[in-house]
């Protein structure tokens, strides 16, 4: 079975109304996920695509029985959302949008633990299920169902690398955005975990990011945990210390963080690492 998410999920979207919420989730119907309703405060009664009922809160969506929400709100409610989502019973929580404060995150990822949720992201372009279950905005033209699953803490070389996995003939299982703000519901060996038992995969992909110490403990996690073949890329190896790239959990400080030391990391692991993105499929075959 599929990691996380799949044909069967129920998906909700918080935030269905605004701009980003009301396209994304119009390609996620069109990718053939099952979104039973959104929420939009001062909406409710209304019908997304005269279709996908809209409600008010997360609390008037719970007789749909949903499995997952999308939360697409501006930072500063995210919180509030996000502990709706999770005190209603709602299983996995994606959140896509960037720079939610730090004690925020704290928070929906401590509550989140204590009620039995998954938290994905913030900041992340979310989960995809190949030919089952897409939440997020991952493009969805970029996938072919295989066998390779891919877990990134970058956006958009996330769509890179699957793009190139499915131009050279191979194809992916689950794809996931783990998020690229400081402070995020799982990493790199929560996904693995899942990755390791899922009889649909067969090899998998990291993509990770200078920054932080989540490659390096991701790197002695599977030396001694898993059996699958894991390549990789570490993007941001020029990066001077003190500047951030791209996001901000892509900061090298104090010379903890380097592209070298994960790579050295992966290394000791049997990891191959990839020079340039487009390299990957070579590394897989």
Same mark, same amino acid.
């Given at each position: 079975?599929?990691? $996380?998410?799949?044909?069967?999920?129920?998906?909700?979207?918080?935030?269905?109304? %605004?701009?980003?919420?009301? $396209? =994304?989730?119009? *390609?996620?119907?069109?990718?053939?996920? @099952?979104?039973?309703?959104?929420?939009?405060?001062?909406?409710? #009664?209304?019908?997304?695509?005269?279709?996908?009922?809209?409600?008010?809160?997360?609390?008037?969506?719970? =007789?749909?029985?949903?499995?997952?929400?999308?939360?697409?709100?501006?930072?500063?409610?995210?919180?509030?959302?996000?502990?709706?989502?999770? &005190?209603? #019973?709602? @299983? +996995?929580? &994606? +959140?896509? !949008?960037? =720079?939610?404060? $730090?004690?925020?995150?704290?928070?929906?990822? =401590?509550?989140?633990?204590?009620?039995?949720?998954?938290?994905? %992201?913030?900041?992340?372009?979310?989960?995809?299920?190949?030919?089952?279950?897409?939440?997020?905005?991952?493009?969805?033209?970029?996938?072919?169902?295989?066998?390779?699953?891919?877990?990134?803490?970058?956006?958009?070389?996330?769509?890179? /690398?699957?793009?190139? +996995? !499915?131009?050279?003939?191979?194809?992916?299982? !689950?794809?996931?955005?783990?998020?690229?703000?400081?402070?995020?519901?799982?990493?790199? /060996?929560?996904?693995?975990?899942?990755?390791?038992?899922?009889?649909?995969?067969? *090899?998998?992909?990291?993509? #990770?990011?200078?920054?932080?110490?989540?490659?390096?403990?991701?790197?002695? &996690? /599977?030396?001694?945990?898993?059996? @699958?073949?894991?390549?990789?890329?570490?993007?941001?190896?020029?990066?001077?210390?003190? @500047?951030?790239?791209?996001?901000?959990?892509?900061? /090298?400080?104090?010379?903890?963080?380097?592209?070298?030391?994960?790579?050295?990391? $992966?290394?000791?692991?049997?990891?191959?690492?990839?020079? &340039?993105?487009?390299? +990957?499929?070579?590394?897989?075959?």
């Amino acid at each position: 079975m599929s990691s $996380f998410v799949d044909e069967k999920t129920k998906v909700i979207v918080q935030g269905i109304t %605004g701009h980003q919420g009301s $396209f =994304h989730a119009g *390609e996620m119907l069109k990718f053939g996920t @099952k979104i039973v309703a959104g929420t939009s405060p001062g909406k409710g #009664g209304s019908k997304f695509m005269d279709k996908v009922p809209v409600f008010d809160n997360v609390s008037e969506t719970i =007789h749909l029985k949903p499995d997952a929400t999308m939360i697409s709100v501006a930072a500063p409610y995210v919180k509030d959302a996000a502990l709706e989502a999770i &005190y209603s #019973g709602i @299983k +996995i929580i &994606y +959140i896509l !949008t960037e =720079h939610v404060p $730090f004690h925020d995150s704290m928070e929906i990822v =401590h509550n989140a633990r204590r009620m039995g949720s998954i938290v994905l %992201g913030p900041n992340g372009p979310g989960i995809t299920a190949v030919g089952k279950c897409k939440i997020g905005i991952m493009p969805n033209k970029i996938f072919k169902k295989g066998k390779i699953a891919v877990a990134s803490r970058s956006g958009t070389l996330t769509y890179e /690398i699957v793009n190139a +996995i !499915t131009e050279a003939g191979m194809g992916e299982s !689950t794809v996931i955005g783990l998020g690229g703000d400081p402070v995020v519901g799982m990493n790199y /060996i929560d996904v693995l975990k899942e990755f390791e038992k899922d009889d649909e995969t067969e *090899e998998i992909v990291l993509v #990770g990011e200078i920054g932080g110490s989540n490659e390096e403990i991701a790197a002695r &996690y /599977i030396k001694d945990n898993v059996s @699958k073949k894991v390549v990789a890329y570490i993007t941001g190896r020029s990066a001077p210390q003190g @500047k951030r790239m791209g996001h901000a959990g892509a900061i /090298i400080e104090k010379g903890v963080g380097t592209a070298e030391s994960k790579i050295k990391a $992966f290394g000791e692991a049997g990891v191959k690492v990839a020079e &340039y993105p487009v390299d +990957i499929p070579s590394l897989l075959e």
